[in-house]
């Protein structure tokens, strides 16, 4: 069964890059059919899609976020990563890594982590 582990720091300074580290078992973030996306969710708010990369690295980013977001891997360590820039009080929330599914579900989700932006 695949599990997912988002890691990173809890808080960050305005204006800096926030980075996280989404860590898979279970499962290869190459393995054909499966997209592997970066959901956040702020306090009291929706879940807000932020962007996935497929099995190949292919990536999509939400237009509202795009500017200031990243996802990249390490295949080596099964790592999928999310760095989102200029970041600000706003973008605290809690931030989960996702797998969707051959079937296009999200079938498998991180248990996520909270990251605050403060000075």
């Known amino acids: 069964q695949v599990q997912l582990q988002e890691s990173g720091p809890g808080l960050v300074s305005p204006s800096q890059t926030l980075s996280l580290t989404c860590t898979v078992s279970g499962g290869s973030i190459t393995a054909n059919s499966y997209y592997w996306h970066w959901i956040r969710q702020p306090p009291g708010k929706g879940l807000e899609w932020m962007g996935l990369m497929g099995a190949s690295g292919a990536t999509g980013y939400s237009p509202s976020l795009k500017s200031r977001t990243s996802i990249s891997r390490d295949t080596s360590k099964n790592q999928i990563n999310l760095q989102l820039g200029s970041v600000t009080p706003e973008d605290r929330a809690v931030y989960y890594c996702?797998?969707?599914?051959?079937?296009?579900?999200?079938?498998?989700w991180g248990k996520g982590t909270l990251v605050t932006v403060s000075s």
């Open positions: 996702v797998r969707e599914g051959a079937g296009g579900w999200w079938d498998s």
